[in-house]
C-alpha cells in the first residue's frame, strides 16, 4: 500500500477539456512534487511545493497549474494540453529537501 | 552540476543468479544516493538510501549496495534474484536541502526462469 494517495488512476481528456489531478499524503511531510514520466523515462521534475508554498518551477507550460491548498494535498490542474502531455504523472512527499521521497502510483493521462 | 548514469540500460539474468547493477554520479558537494524500483503500472518505490554512515546498506529483500566516494559509485546487488524482481530500478542523487532528484536513465532488470 503507498502512503500517497493519487487520484484518478486513469484519465483520458481532449485538448479542450478542464481537470485536476489530485495527491493526498498524511505523513506529515513539508515537500509535495509533481513529476511527469514517459515511457521508459525516469521521472521528470514539474513543481515544488515547500510548507505550502511553491519553490520550483521547471519551466513549466502555464496549462499546468499546481495548487496546494493545505499540507496534505496537492493538485494539478490541466486545461488545453496537447497530445505530447500524455505520460504518467507521479506526485511525491517527503519529510525534507534531500531526504527519500515517497511516491504515489500515478495518473496515467491520455490526450485526445 | 549533478549528474547520473546508469550504465546499462537492461539486465536480462536467470532465476537464483547474482545481479549487479552499475550507478555512478557527479556531484561537487556531498551526496544523498538511492535506488528506487518501479513496478509495472506503479510508482517509485524506495529500495535503498544512502545519507551517512555505514557505506554499505541492505534492504530488507536482498538488495545491497555499496557507496564508494573514491569511485563515485552506488552500484546495485543481489546475490540471488527472483522472477518478481522484474522490474525498472533508477540510481538517484539529491543533497542537503535540495529539492532536486537527479535520476539515472534506468535499468530494466529482467528475471527469467
Known amino acids: 500500500d503507498t502512503e500517497v494517495t493519487q487520484t484518478p488512476k486513469h484519465l483520458v481528456m481532449g485538448m479542450t477539456n478542464k481537470k485536476s489531478l489530485k495527491c493526498e499524503q498524511h505523513?506529515?511531510?513539508?515537500?509535495m512534487y509533481w513529476y511527469k514520466q514517459k515511457a521508459k523515462k525516469p521521472p521528470e521534475l514539474m513543481f515544488v511545493y515547500s510548507y505550502e508554498k511553491l519553490s520550483i518551477n521547471e519551466s513549466v507550460p502555464s496549462r499546468f497549474s499546481p495548487e496546494c491548498p493545505n499540507s496534505s494535498l496537492l493538485n494539478l490542474h490541466l486545461h488545453a494540453l496537447q497530445p505530447e502531455d500524455s505520460a504518467l504523472y507521479l506526485c511525491a512527499s517527503s519529510q525534507a529537501g534531500g531526504r527519500p521521497q515517497h511516491f504515489g502510483d500515478g495518473t496515467r493521462l491520455s490526450i485526445l | 552540476a549533478q549528474s547520473v548514469t546508469q550504465l546499462d540500460s537492461q539486465v536480462p539474468v536467470f532465476e537464483e543468479a547474482p545481479v549487479e547493477l552499475r550507478c555512478n554520479y557527479s556531484?561537487?558537494?556531498?551526496?544523498?544516493l538511492f535506488w528506487y524500483v518501479q513496478y509495472p503500472n506503479q510508482g517509485l518505490q524506495l529500495l535503498l538510501k544512502y545519507l551517512s554512515g555505514s557505506t554499505l546498506v541492505e534492504s530488507i529483500n536482498g538488495f545491497e549496495a555499496e557507496f564508494n566516494k573514491s569511485q563515485t559509485s552506488f552500484h546495485l546487488r543481489k546475490p540471488s534474484v527472483h522472477i518478481s524482481d522484474t522490474a525498472e530500478y533508477f540510481c538517484?542523487?539529491?543533497?542537503?536541502?535540495?529539492?532536486?532528484?537527479?535520476f539515472g536513465a534506468g535499468t530494466r532488470l529482467f528475471v527469467k526462469a
Open positions: 556531484s561537487s558537494v556531498s551526496v544523498y
Open positions: 538517484a542523487v539529491s543533497y542537503t536541502g535540495g529539492f532536486k532528484t537527479i
Open positions: 505523513m506529515g511531510h513539508r515537500a
